[in-house]
């Protein structure tokens, strides 16, 4: 393919403002571009405008899949943009637009290494399987679908565009969003007694959980320890009143040592002992994720970096993340290989002006091509 072609997908991509709850737009994109090939092509309906894609290559042979979101976070407006948030817009070897990094670049290069191989004048010794999801950025929720569905089921191995750099990412933290609903009863200030404060035992559930996941001294030799923020607290009606409701949330960070469940357990004690004691405290999670646990001595880890190394004179490096991924999700595949690498080097993730570099990305569509038949070679 053209550069120029392979840039305007990118471009096409980043015009459609893909915001949760519009994903179908890229669905109906990227339907049009396989239409006129060999692929088999399936919609996954989410919820209505929300459409998960599948698209098969191949007739037989290894199969290998490629993993991108189609959701983008939104946009802050326009006026604090130097560049239009939702036109891509090429400048001094950069590409500007929401999602150019995360992760518009890395699907599209993905795409357009199909097309390659579609276009190509030769049988192709093996299968590909693009699962573009929706839901990524608040919960993976797309990849739940899919992986719930069987389509990870047959796979050998399973490659995620998220910007990397193009070095292999081999295992990255899960996550627990969480939050923490207090109710008492609201009283004048004059007469505290005859109230209940809701924001005291919160302050008690945030002082408790900051001590019991301080102690959690497992360390991870490439993601380091679990890592617990207090995000937001918030409650009361006016000054002068006791509160009858606040609410808090926080973030955690896991790690394989110190599980999702281990974490879950231990707030869900403190909840337990504070409302023992009269607190009417309600604990709620926001899809939380579990880590990947290392995947450095897979086949085909070792067989992205070769690539990154010989064919384009890359360090392939592998490198553990600290962002939850899709991977959580397909990671329930069992004995499924998975690797992060992506094209763009993701400094500019989720900020105003988010762009890749050019040359970064149209090598990304050619590593990709690459990998793919370094794989069914290796497979066969």
């Not at 290494?113 to 919960?139: C, F, I, Y």
């Not at 490659?159 to 939050?179: F, Q």
């Amino acid at each position: 393919m053209e550069q120029a072609a392979a840039i305007k997908i990118l471009s096409d991509l980043i015009a459609i403002p893909s915001v949760n709850g519009r994903e179908a737009l890229v669905a109906d994109y990227l339907t049009q571009l396989f239409a006129d090939y060999p692929a088999q092509i399936e919609r996954v309906e989410y919820a209505p405008e929300r459409d998960n894609l599948v698209v098969t290559i191949g007739d037989q042979g290894p199969l290998l899949g490629f993993s991108g979101h189609e959701d983008v976070v939104a946009a802050t407006p326009s006026s604090d943009w130097t560049y239009p948030p939702f036109q891509a817009t090429v400048k001094d070897g950069k590409l500007y637009g929401r999602g150019a990094s995360d992760m518009k670049s890395g699907l599209a290069a993905m795409v357009v290494a199909m097309l390659d191989l579609l276009e190509s004048d030769q049988p192709l010794p093996g299968r590909l399987r693009l699962l573009a999801s929706v839901g990524e950025e608040t919960g993976e929720y797309g990849a739940a679908q899919l992986t719930a569905a069987g389509y990870a089921n047959d796979l050998q191995g399973l490659v995620i565009g998220e910007p990397t750099d193009l070095t292999v990412r081999i295992s990255h933290k899960g996550i627990i969003d969480y939050k923490v609903e207090s109710v008492g009863k609201s009283v004048h200030s004059s007469r505290p007694e005859l109230g209940q404060n809701a924001i005291l035992p919160l302050l008690s559930f945030a002082e408790q959980a900051q001590s019991v996941l301080a102690k959690a001294d497992q360390i991870d030799p490439a993601l380091g320890g679990l890592t617990h923020v207090i995000s937001q607290i918030q409650g009361g009606e006016q000054i002068n009143s006791v509160p009858a409701h606040a609410w808090l949330t926080g973030n955690i960070r896991t790690i394989p040592a110190y599980p999702n469940a281990t974490v879950m357990q231990q707030l869900e004690t403190i909840v337990q002992q504070l409302n023992d004691q009269g607190a009417h405290l309600t604990l709620t999670y926001s899809y939380p994720e579990p880590p990947l646990p290392s995947q450095e001595h897979t086949a085909l880890a070792q067989l992205a970096s070769q690539v990154l190394q010989q064919k384009f004179n890359l360090s392939g490096a592998m490198v553990a993340g600290t962002g939850a991924t899709d991977a959580s999700e397909y990671h329930h595949v069992a004995d499924l290989p998975i690797v992060i690498v992506g094209p763009a080097d993701g400094v500019s993730d989720h900020q105003v002006d988010e762009f890749v570099t050019v040359a970064k990305y149209l090598r990304g569509c050619q590593f990709y091509q690459e990998l793919a038949r370094a794989f069914w070679q290796q497979a066969n």
